[in-house]
């Protein structure tokens, strides 16, 4: 079993910057490619931002020049730093990862997400 904790999100104004954090857990020897998407209410759930275990990152266009995608993999944490942030970008954020075990093989697994809000 895995587990994946985003924390981070809130309420915030316009312009302002947070960082969402997701922290996995459980029966795994290592985690893979991870990545944060976002769902706004009425919407399809979209990515924002993908990483490899090795560093290599993507991003949506939308938050190009304004998030960044890291993680620690000595703590199986991936995390996400929003700057500028705008109304559009309150939505539900998940977390989505792959990990890795002995008995399994390769897992992949979501946050129940974390909700962020910007007002204008």
């Known amino acids: 079993q895995v587990q994946l904790v985003e924390s981070g999100g809130g309420l915030v104004q316009a312009g302002a910057s947070l960082r969402l954090s997701c922290a996995a857990s459980?029966?795994?020897?290592?985690?893979?490619?991870a990545g944060w998407y976002r769902q706004a209410p009425g919407k399809a759930r979209e990515l924002v931002a993908t990483?490899?275990?090795?560093?290599?990152?993507n991003y949506a266009d939308f938050v190009k020049g304004r998030f960044t995608i890291s993680r620690d993999n000595a703590k199986n944490t991936v995390y996400l730093h929003m700057n500028s942030l705008t109304p559009e970008d309150t939505a539900v954020y998940y977390c989505?990862?792959?990990?890795?075990?002995?008995?399994?093989?390769?897992?992949?697994?979501w946050g129940q997400g974390t909700q962020v809000t910007v007002s204008s």
């Open positions: 989505n990862a792959d990990t890795r075990s002995l008995s399994r093989g390769l897992l992949n697994s």
């Open positions: 459980g029966n795994f020897f290592s985690v893979g490619d």
């Open positions: 990483i490899t275990r090795g560093g290599s990152t």
